[in-house]
């Protein structure tokens, strides 16, 4: 018996993920996944509002192997708080072909930071999803964006599609490069061309330093699997129209999903669907990730 029990609701992983009919381009990376644990090895952190199953690193490099992407963005999850270590431990075992994307807080040093981004970290998350953080005021994430200024990081963020109102003028106030969880959840059982919608299109139009993840048809979609037909016309919008601002990653290990667990391979099968030319599926799974992740060569 582990440490930690996950929670009596949640749903562990495809542990055999069929095998994509898509074939992915060489170099293609999933943008968006986490490494959870093991709990034994990487506590789950005290202040977490879920208890996750472990999924570690070793199943995490096994997926992209058997999937066909060559590389991974290692999302620090809200259960491991703002210890990073085995986000860190990941990309360590890596060698290069994973990045990664810390939790910090706004007191971390120079020196840890430089550690960090040693590391493979190439940016932080700030997360407004109340049923996964305690917010913190806007000016606990301005220090952070000051303190990663000089390393050239960026800053991915998770909120609903009704907190942008809200936020926007926080959000259009930081000088950094902003990539936005999952078209900022949209509600898809409205139009991909209504109102709701086109005020995260306009957002993207405006800022051109905002750049999003066309991810989750899984936690998006009230239609459901296999197809997850509603999403298609909100994620092909955004690849339309910003293919040079777009990551896609598969989510895994699909934290908190509720109802059931997507199978990894019909997520892959998605992404043609989404973006509808090969010179758009090499900016997505590509080109752009290696600008922002590997740009240093
Ligand atoms: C996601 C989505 C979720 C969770 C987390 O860090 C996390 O705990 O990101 C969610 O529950 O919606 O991007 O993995």
Redesign the pocket.
Known sequence: MGRFTMDADWLVFDPTPSKPAYVLPAGAVDA?C?VFGPGDEFPYAPERK?TPCDAGKDALFALRDHLGFSRNVI?????HGADNSAMLDALHASHGAARGVATVRDDITDDELGDLHRAGVRGVRF?Y?R??VDPRPDEYYRRIVERIGPLGWHVVI?FEAADLAERADFFRSLDTTLIV??MARPDVTKSATGPDFDAFVRFMEENENVWTKVT?PE?LSVSGPPGYDDVVPFARRIVDEFEDRVLWGT?WP???LKGHMPDDGALVDFIPRIATSSAKRAKLLVDNPHQLYWGEG
């Open positions: 968006h986490h879920y999302v620090q999850a809200t259960c997360n999803v049923r996964l998770y969880d999952h989750c936690r989510d699909h934290p908190n």
